[in-house]
């Protein structure tokens, strides 16, 4: 157990101060590794999700240590990064492509987990990307055409005989098409398929 001095900041737990190469215990979602050709007794952390070449059991067997090819100890990666090991010379932490929110490395190719409100995720020889949706869509079934789309944004309606996606009429959260409203902003009351707009002393109408 680490006294007296403090862990490098990719360490949970470590047996020297400020050295990512000297940990002895790891933060949730990494795991302990150590260069399987090394003399020296370096151990890092690295993301859970990297390849180990042969997992082994050392000291008491209750500790699994990664035998890995040697790379540097990676920050852990944010929430909307993962740790990249295309590159065998620059192992590192990569940001997610754009519409994907999380996402981790499958076969050194990065694979979505989740996409951003107005993207789709779209699934190829077992890599998941994100597609965008069309214009004022937020749910679709993985292409930019307005025919495919789930859900309008709020303000907007899916047209399906005509294949498009028209805006509410103003203060109109939701509707039938482009001229009957569904549900009115906050302060606006439904009338008649219409959105009018409350007494000015009124928090609620109908």
């Excluded at 047996?15 to 979602?29: E, I, K, L, V, Y």
């Excluded at 990676?74 to 065998?88: G, L, R, V």
């Amino acid at each position: 157990v680490s006294i007296n001095y403090l862990c490098d900041s990719n360490c949970a737990d470590c047996f020297a101060p400020s050295d990512p190469n000297a940990c002895s215990a790891c933060p949730s979602g990494t795991i302990l590794a150590k260069d399987e050709v090394a003399t020296s007794k370096a151990q890092f952390c690295i993301n859970a999700d990297y390849p180990c070449k042969k997992p082994v059991i050392e000291g008491d067997g209750e500790k699994e240590i990664c035998l890995s090819a040697k790379v540097p100890a990676p920050k852990i990666c944010s929430a909307t990064q993962f740790f990249s090991t295309s590159d065998e010379k620059a192992k590192r932490c990569k940001a997610c492509s754009g519409g994907c929110l999380y996402c981790n490395e499958i076969n050194k190719r990065e694979s979505c987990l989740e996409c951003e409100t107005g993207y789709s995720i779209s699934i190829k020889d077992g890599i998941a990307t994100c597609v965008k949706c069309a214009d004022n869509c937020e749910f679709c079934k993985g292409s930019e055409k307005a025919e495919d789309c789930l859900k309008a944004k709020n303000g907007y309606a899916i047209n399906t005989a005509k294949k498009a996606i028209y805006k509410c009429d103003a203060n109109c959260l939701s509707c039938e098409d482009n001229s009957k409203c569904e549900s009115c902003q906050y302060g606006f009351a439904l009338v008649d398929g219409k959105c009018e707009k409350c007494p000015s002393d009124c928090i609620y109408c109908e």
